[in-house]
């Protein structure tokens, strides 16, 4: 008899079909590009760069006052932007703007410190609250006047970017 020869087949594992984390991203990347929302979000930080430049800032506390701002900007993309790409997309282009326009300011409105401490108040955030936060920041604690300011422009200019996110026409899918 003729040696038989023997074959042993080994059966392929199935692929895959979990995408990886950057595969996830850059698909995400895409449907934000292709329905327009990426656009939208350059726009954002654009139309908030011009705000925030446009705001009437001045006096003894003008340095304090910027950092809030910027502060509030951060902020509030990212609590009504769902999308983190779009939130983050919309926050570079207010800071590339920033940069730009008006360089000296953007080195000054990122107070590591000042951040810190708004940002530890995030739970629990109210004008009154960053009016507050604004009145330690300018060594004047307890100041009604100071803390006054803080709230005031904290509600402002909250306001101000609530309308410019919703006019922003984000498509939510």
Not at 28 to 46: I, P, V, W
Not at 59 to 85: D, F, K, M
Not at 91 to 98: N, T, V
Request: proline share 3%; aromatic share 6%.
């Amino acid at each position: 008899m003729a040696a038989e020869e023997v074959k042993i087949y080994r059966q392929q594992e199935p692929k895959s079909t979990a995408l990886s984390e950057g595969e996830k991203a850059a698909r995400e990347y895409c449907r934000q590009q292709e329905n327009g929302n990426l656009s939208r979000a350059h726009r954002l930080g654009e139309e908030l760069a011009a705000s925030f430049l446009g705001m009437p800032i001045e006096g003894e506390y003008a340095a304090q006052q910027w950092v809030l701002l910027s502060y509030l900007v951060e902020s509030e993309l990212e609590q009504q932007i769902p999308n983190t790409l779009l939130s983050q997309s919309a926050q570079s282009r207010f800071a590339e703007q920033l940069q730009q326009r008006a360089p000296e300011l953007a080195r000054t409105v990122h107070d590591a410190r000042a951040f810190t401490l708004y940002t530890l108040n995030e739970n629990c955030r109210t004008p009154r609250s960053e009016g507050e936060i604004f009145a330690r920041l300018c060594e004047r604690p307890g100041e009604e006047k100071v803390i006054a300011l803080g709230e005031r422009l904290a509600e402002e200019f909250t306001a101000e970017i609530s309308r410019t996110v919703k006019k922003a026409g984000f498509i939510m899918e």
